[in-house]
């Protein structure tokens, strides 16, 4: 089954800066997909990036890029030059080739400081 | 505007008071499904469907019933709330089950107390 772990419950950053959210996850599967969501505090779910396992290449969405490393299973979710409204909860998911819906993590809450 | 709707947005009810969550959606997407979300849990799958008349559990059905008669409506039923369904609960869509496919968009969420 697949699971996604999300180690960092908390994580602060400093406007301007950039901040990397760890993701790691579990599968047998060899095709999956990887996503980022974000929840600001309003409550909604926005899709930020996606990656597939056989992209060659990195997701990159305007300041978000995801640092994917196959062999470690790890799809972090890298927010360069944070800015106040990043403030959120991130989570990470998960896609089996077919079938099943996302799998979630538990999430990362993001705070950025002025 | 492409979305996801879900009512109500907030509602307090009280334990074996049966309640329908409603969702829709206007993009045609084949696959819905419903996620429960609770703090330190993270999002959990409810129910899904991958088309008409296609069902199936996902990882905490207990009390929980749906169905899918129709492309774009997939209701969420409570047949007797407990106060342990107390929760945020998100209904969201997708254009098919395959990963890459598999980019959901969800509902605005709703609320539900249970005294």
């Known amino acids: 089954a697949q699971k996604i772990t999300q180690t960092q419950p908390g994580m602060f950053v400093q406007e301007k800066e950039a901040v990397t959210l760890d993701c790691t996850y579990d599968?047998?599967?060899?095709?999956?997909?990887l996503f980022w969501y974000k929840q600001p505090s309003s409550g909604e779910m926005i899709f930020l990036i996606y990656?597939?396992?056989?992209?060659?290449q990195n997701a990159t969405e305007g300041r978000y890029s995801l640092n994917f490393q196959k062999a470690r299973k790890s799809a972090n979710l890298v927010i360069s030059a944070s800015q106040l409204g990043d403030s959120a909860m991130y989570f990470c998911a998960m896609s089996p080739p077919f079938g099943t819906p996302l799998v979630f993590g538990k999430g990362t809450r993001l705070s950025v400081i002025a | 505007e492409a979305q996801v709707t879900q009512n109500p947005r907030y509602l307090i009810t009280v334990t074996g008071k049966k309640l329908t969550v409603t969702c829709s959606q206007n993009m045609n997407h084949e696959y819905m499904s419903w996620y429960r979300q609770d703090p330190g849990l993270g999002l959990r799958q409810i129910y899904y469907s991958m088309n008409v008349e296609v069902t199936d559990k996902g990882d905490v059905p207990e009390g929980y019933k749906v169905s899918r008669k129709e492309k774009r409506n997939f209701p969420l039923i409570l047949e007797s709330p407990s106060p342990n369904q107390t929760s945020l609960y998100f209904c969201a869509s997708s254009l098919g089950p395959t990963a890459g496919a598999n980019v959901l968009t969800f509902g605005a969420g709703s609320r539900l107390t249970v005294l």
């Open positions: 990656q597939g396992s056989y992209d060659q």
């Open positions: 599968t047998s599967d060899p095709s999956y997909g």
